[in-house]
Nanobody, 124 residues
């Protein structure tokens, strides 16, 4: 019923930029918080960034602060993750998620719907 589709991943050189998009279908999520998470091989899925339902509040994991920016377009039911100054340690599968409340969360347990992920690979 609910589908989240990530796009924009790829291979990029260290120091480069990528912009990830997550389009939601099946429902309107303009009132709900959304987040980005990532998972590298052999590691647990970790929080990256989140944005409140209103778009007025954003949160970032310490490793990406100052480099990544989360934003949303409520009319298009889409959330974005602008990634700059990418590092090899940013290499992972990136997932977007939707929470059923206005308030953002920074844990995977706080989200109800997940996309399939998009691969981001940063070369040295």
């Amino acid at each position: 019923q609910v589908q989240l589709v990530e796009s924009g991943g790829g291979l990029v050189q260290a120091g480069g930029s990528l912009r990830l998009s997550c389009a939601a279908s099946g429902r309107t999520f303009s009132r709900y918080a959304m987040g980005w998470f990532r998972q590298a091989p052999g590691k647990e899925r970790e929080f990256v960034a989140a944005i409140s339902g209103s778009g007025g509040s954003t949160y970032y994991a310490e490793p990406v602060k100052g480099r990544f920016t989360i934003s949303r377009d409520s009319a298009k039911n889409t959330v974005y993750l602008q990634m700059k100054s990418l590092k090899p340690e940013d290499t992972a599968v990136y997932y977007c998620a939707v929470r059923g409340t206005l308030v953002a969360a920074t844990t995977t347990r706080g989200y109800d719907y997940w996309g399939q992920g998009t691969q981001v690979t940063v070369s040295s």
